[in-house]
């Protein structure tokens, strides 16, 4: 048997979920009064816990063709189990990373979905046009891009 998983339930029980694990290692959860500043560095050092994980699960995906015996999630029911739990961490982390930001399940499900619904149709996505991408790394780490404007084109 296979349960559904609710992804907007699961983000939001988070909220207690992160309170209970913080109220026992002695440290504010997302449900404290924490400053902005306090909620930013919660929401940055949940971030690269996030990062960790994605690594730890690249570590079961082989990288180097030319090189024989790396590792892979496709060589046993073992290895596939290892992939899926470091996968399953990430969600843990990102779940975190939305109850610091205080974004409940029905506001992210809300946004995602108009961000999804965006993606269909802008013209620098190879399934949808050729137009070419705007590229300005330095303005884009600082959120001034299209893709961070979205919810004006939909």
């Not at 137009?131 to 084109?153: I, K, M, R």
Request: glycine share 6%.
């Amino acid at each position: 048997m296979t349960a559904i998983f609710d992804y907007v339930d699961f983000v939001n029980s988070g909220f207690s979920s992160q309170q209970r694990y913080s109220e026992a290692a002695g440290l504010k959860g997302p449900l404290d009064d924490l400053t902005p500043e306090e909620r930013h560095a919660k929401v940055i050092e949940m971030m690269g816990h996030l990062i960790e994980e994605v690594i730890e699960a690249r570590v079961w995906v082989p990288r180097r063709s030319w090189k024989t015996a790396e590792r892979s999630f496709l060589d046993s029911p073992e290895s596939r189990s290892e992939f899926i739990s470091e996968m399953a961490d990430q969600l843990l982390f990102h779940r975190a990373i939305l109850a610091y930001a205080g974004i409940d399940g029905e506001e992210f499900a809300k946004v995602a979905m108009e961000k999804f619904h965006y993606n269909t149709k802008r013209k620098d996505h190879l399934v949808n046009g050729n137009e070419p991408a705007p590229s300005n790394p330095a303005a884009e780490l600082q959120g001034d891009c299209a893709s961070s404007v979205f919810y004006q084109a939909v």
